[in-house]
């Protein structure tokens, strides 16, 4: 199994500081750790290269770390160039050591960036206890670095990405490698961060028991589902999807549901389509059936691909949330819901497990804020919505949230914006009720079906199809192989 597999621990900024102060007086100290860390992985950058490194130090501990690195790479017998725009006199303690200790071997410290070229760039500007947004000088400097001719390496977190949210902070470096340290922060991986890190690199400062807020999802989040079939086995075995949707003009989204659920392995699929059709031409495997027929032959329902919003679509939806069977809840269905707010103590009350996949705008409407809200703390969006539903949320978009009632969130660190489609949703939607009704609980089914539609879109580009032009469609049977070859792995 690769790392890239592995659910890994995240942290909030205020875990990390707490981690920070237990751990203030080890041997050797963590400033020191994490300059060896920026070090070694600097050096690694500049192999072949004449061009010296710049280093960007801020006036906290991120440019300390800064010093440090430059001291180490001093030692290795590469000189940086060291920018430090700030009074040495105002550091905190530990970042003024390391900078007296970097001007102690003959290091100089330069008041700006000068015009290069650089092997290297190494932005210690800001770290994680940036909360405000960065302007006038610093933001010049940002701008200056991200217009260098040279690879950029982000020190913790890239300069002005927000540490906890992803949300950029008025402006932020455009990173092609960032080292962070101790855990991964949920803004590296949701948000506007990806867009910002580059490749992730998590160096754990030889540091354990640590505080854990959260987790990204790796194949290790589900592996229990990933069993090979009995030879024994028949369709029944693996459980019969419904699917309800399909108003006229959205049949579409209602028959990509159902190809995936099928394709993913589900014994039956039957769509439930409000505009009746004959037969699914490109996939004759599924039976359509009308909407009210769905329900009696299901064991897992999906509401909501092309629902519409229509007094019938209502009463489906009604009817559904009313059911005794596991519920996957998405696009028409989810702002049906926003619109009677009634019908969401009923779904509180469900016995039956619940998921909801909205995307931000669905997920303001739900929650009665708006998108940007949502989207500048996608984490408490995703746990507000799951507690005030009681069901499992995946809240779809760059970095994918889940969360369930009571229980540790994830994110889901994989996909590319070829997912960014039409369709791609209801895709999702089908493997998840796929996924349920083979017997996967709630949270792996989340969990392995967000991984699973993100690994699908990844496979396709690797391939070239892609990202530009990715169609929904063609993530069903990738999606599929990818399933496969887990459980052979697994």
Not at 312 to 327: I, M, N, T, Y
Not at 357 to 374: C, N, Q, Y
């Amino acid at each position: 199994m690769t790392p890239d597999h592995i659910s890994r621990p995240i942290v909030r900024s205020a875990g990390i500081r707490a981690v920070e102060t237990r751990f203030a007086a080890s041997d050797p100290p963590l400033m020191e750790r994490a300059g060896a860390a920026i070090a070694g992985m600097a050096a690694g950058m500049l192999s072949g290269k004449a061009q010296p490194p710049v280093i960007v130090a801020g006036p906290g501990n991120n440019g300390g770390d800064g010093f440090v690195a430059a001291r180490l790479l001093k030692e290795r017998g590469t000189t940086p160039i060291v920018v430090f725009a700030g009074d040495p006199q105002r550091l905190p303690a530990d970042a003024r050591g390391a900078c007296e200790r970097w001007q102690a071997v003959g290091g100089t410290v330069l008041p700006d960036l000068p015009p290069g070229p650089f092997g290297l760039a190494i932005d210690a500007l800001f770290g994680i206890g940036l909360t405000r947004p960065v302007e006038g000088r610093a933001a010049e400097i940002v701008a200056r670095i991200n217009a260098l001719d040279c690879p950029v390496l982000a020190v913790d977190i890239p300069s002005g990405l927000d540490a906890d949210s992803g949300c950029v902070l008025g402006c932020a470096v455009r990173a092609d490698r960032t080292v962070t340290f101790i855990a991964l922060k949920p803004g590296l991986l949701t948000g506007d961060g990806p867009d910002h890190c580059g490749e992730i690199v998590v160096h754990d400062l030889a540091l354990d028991s640590l505080p854990v807020d959260g987790r990204s999802v790796g194949i290790d989040s589900f592996r229990d589902g990933l069993r090979p079939r009995q030879r024994a086995s028949h369709k029944g075995s693996f459980g019969s999807v419904g699917i309800i949707g399909g108003a006229p003009g959205m049949a579409g989204a209602a028959l990509l549901a159902g190809r995936a659920a099928l394709r993913l392995g589900a014994g039956r699929v039957h769509v439930g389509m409000i505009e009746r059709l004959p037969v699914d031409p490109v996939c004759p495997e599924l039976m359509l059936r009308s909407a009210d027929e769905v329900f009696a032959l299901a064991t897992v329902l999906a509401v909501g691909p092309g629902l519409g919003q229509s007094h019938q679509s209502l009463e489906l939806l009604l009817r559904a949330v009313g059911s005794s069977l596991p519920l996957v809840l998405d696009a028409d269905a989810l702002n049906l819901l926003a619109a009677h707010p009634v019908l969401l103590r009923h779904i509180t009350s469900r016995e039956a497990p619940t998921l909801l996949t909205p995307h931000p705008a669905e997920a303001g409407r739900l929650l009665a804020t708006t998108t940007e809200a949502v989207q500048a703390d996608r984490i408490a969006a995703a746990q507000s919505l799951a507690g005030l539903c009681r069901a499992t949320v995946v809240l779809k978009g760059c970095g994918t949230v889940v969360a369930c009632p009571d229980a540790p969130w994830h994110i889901n660190a994989n996909g590319n914006p070829g997912l960014a489609t039409a369709g791609s949703g209801d895709v999702l939607t089908g493997i998840l009720a796929a996924l349920l009704a083979q017997g996967w609980p709630v949270p792996a089914a989340a969990l392995g079906g967000v991984h699973l539609h993100g690994a699908a879109a990844d496979a396709r580009v690797a391939e070239g199809c892609g990202p530009v032009g990715l169609t929904a469609g063609e993530l069903i049977d990738s999606a599929r192989r990818q399933l496969n070859r887990w459980i052979v792995d697994a």
